[in-house]
Nanobody
Framework: QVQLAESGGGLVQAGGSLRLSCAAS????????VGWFRQAPGQEREFVAA????????SYADSVKGRFTISRDIAENSVYLRMNSLKPEDTAVYSC???????????????????????WGQGTQVTVSS
């Protein structure tokens, strides 16, 4: 069973950049598809980005497409979210989540829904000032 820990959040001015990290322990992370979600105060958690087991497939929410990049480093047992051109509306708690695909054919997939994931981190706060 894998444990996830996010880091890299903080306070940044609009237009700035941050890189979030999702580090895994307790399992072979390369078997997992991983996603990033965020939740702003008073709002529901929403999908941000996802990557399949080997980084060959990625998916993004329309609101971050072209600004955010998800990647993974198998050797480091980590997944990253590079966030550029940050906006105040990107302010939220960002969480990573992981799931082992059920069938071999699913290893090419990325997952965009919360209920598709089995493991979650605690989250890291990102605040973008205007």
């Amino acid at each position: 069973q894998v444990q996830l820990a996010e880091s890299g959040g903080g306070l940044v001015q609009a237009g700035g950049s941050l890189r979030l990290s999702c580090a895994a322990s307790g399992g072979t992370f390369s078997n997992y598809a991983v996603g990033w979600f965020r939740q702003a105060p008073g709002q529901e958690r929403e999908f941000v980005a996802a990557v399949n087991w080997n980084g060959g497939s990625t998916s993004y929410a329309d609101s971050v497409k072209g600004r955010f990049t998800i990647s993974r480093d198998i050797a480091e047992n980590s997944v990253y979210l590079r966030m550029n051109s940050l906006k105040p509306e990107d302010t939220a708690v960002y969480s990573c989540a992981a799931v082992v695909p059920r069938f071999p054919i699913d290893y090419v997939k990325t997952y965009r829904r919360e209920n598709e994931y089995d493991y979650w981190g605690q989250g890291t706060q990102v605040t973008v000032s205007s």
